[in-house]
C-alpha cells in the first residue's frame, strides 16, 4: 500500500463550502441530532428533571428562611428564585453537550463526519442548536413548575426577553465546553472541569440568595459574574426594576466568549489528530 493511499493530499472537508451549503448541511446534521434523541429519549431526562427538581429543592428547602431575609416568606422566595434559575438553564445544557461532543470524538462519530465533505463548522453549529432546543424544553418545564409553586409572571415580554438572553449567553458557553469535548481525552474530565469552573461562578452569585450579605470581596466578584447579570436581567426584565447595567454585561460576556471560542472550536475540531 502507498503513501498516498495512507495520507490523503486533499481532504475534502477542507475545500472552501459556500454559505448555502454550510446551512444545508447544518439542517441536516439537526436533523439527525434530533432523530438521535428520538432513538435515545432518555437524554432528555436531564432537561425533564433538572428544573423540576432544582425549583422543588430551592422553593421548599431555603424558600423560607432566604423569603423572611427577602421580606417576605416563601412565596416571596418563588419570585426571586425562578429568575435565577432560568439563568442556569443554559450554563447546564452548554456542559452537556462538551461531554456529548466528548463521547462522539470517542465512540468514532466524529471521525466519520470529518471524512465527510461538510463544513467542520456545520457539526459544531449543529450541536448548539440542538441544546438550544434542549435548553428551550428545559426552561418550558422551570415555568410550569415555577408557576405550580406559586410564581407570578408579571411581564410576559420580559419572561420571552430573558428566555432569549438565557438563550444568547447558553450558546456562549457551549462554544467553551465544545472545546473541552475536543481537547479533554474522556467525558469524565469535561464534566470534572465543568464542575471547577461552574460551581464558583453559581454560588458566588445572586442565582439562589441576594449578595447583600456577601463579604465585600466577593460582592466585587458577583458584580461581573456572567451568571448574577444574567439572573438579575431576569429578574428587572420579569419582575420590574433596572436592566441596563446587569444587560450589558451579560451582552458582552455572551459575545466576547462567542467571538473568542468558536473560532477556537472550530480550529480544534478541525486539527484534533
Known amino acids: 500500500m502507498s503513501a498516498a493511499t495512507l495520507t490523503p493530499a486533499a481532504h475534502p472537508a477542507d475545500t472552501p463550502i459556500s454559505l448555502r451549503a454550510h446551512l444545508r448541511h447544518t439542517g441536516a446534521l439537526i436533523r439527525r441530532n434530533l432523530l438521535w434523541i428520538r432513538q435515545d429519549p432518555e437524554s432528555m431526562f ?125 450558546s456562549a458557553l457551549m462554544w467553551v465546553f465544545l472545546t473541552l469535548g475536543v481537547m479533554m481525552k474522556s467525558a469524565q474530565s469535561v464534566q470534572a472541569m465543568g464542575f471547577l469552573v461552574l460551581m464558583p461562578l453559581q454560588f458566588g452569585s445572586s442565582i439562589f440568595a441576594p449578595t447583600a450579605s456577601m463579604p465585600g470581596w466577593l460582592q466585587s466578584f458577583t458584580d461581573y459574574n456572567p451568571l448574577s447579570a444574567l439572573a438579575d436581567t431576569a429578574r428587572g426584565l420579569m419582575e420590574g426594576g433596572p436592566v441596563a447595567h446587569h444587560l450589558w454585561v451579560t451582552l458582552i460576556w455572551s459575545v466576547g466568549l462567542t467571538a473568542v471560542m468558536a473560532p477556537v472550536a472550530i480550529h480544534k475540531f478541525r486539527t484534533k489528530a
Open 46 to 170: 436531564d432537561a425533564i428533571l433538572f428544573p423540576v427538581v432544582f425549583t422543588l429543592l430551592f422553593v421548599y428547602v431555603f424558600g423560607g428562611s432566604i423569603g423572611q431575609s427577602l421580606g417576605g416568606g416563601q412565596d416571596r422566595y418563588v419570585q426571586y428564585v425562578v429568575p435565577g434559575l432560568m439563568a442556569m438553564m443554559g450554563m447546564n445544557m452548554a456542559q452537556g453537550v462538551g461531554t456529548g461532543f466528548n463521547q462522539d470524538f470517542n465512540s468514532g462519530v466524529m471521525d466519520r463526519f470529518r471524512s465527510l465533505p461538510i463544513g467542520r463548522g456545520s457539526v459544531l453549529f449543529a450541536k448548539i442548536a440542538v441544546e438550544l432546543m434542549r435548553m428551550l424544553f428545559a426552561t418550558a418545564v422551570l415555568m410550569v413548575v415555577a408557576v405550580l409553586v406559586g410564581y407570578d409572571i408579571k411581564h410576559w415580554s420580559g419572561l420571552l426577553a430573558s428566555v432569549a438572553l438565557s438563550a444568547l449567553f447558553g
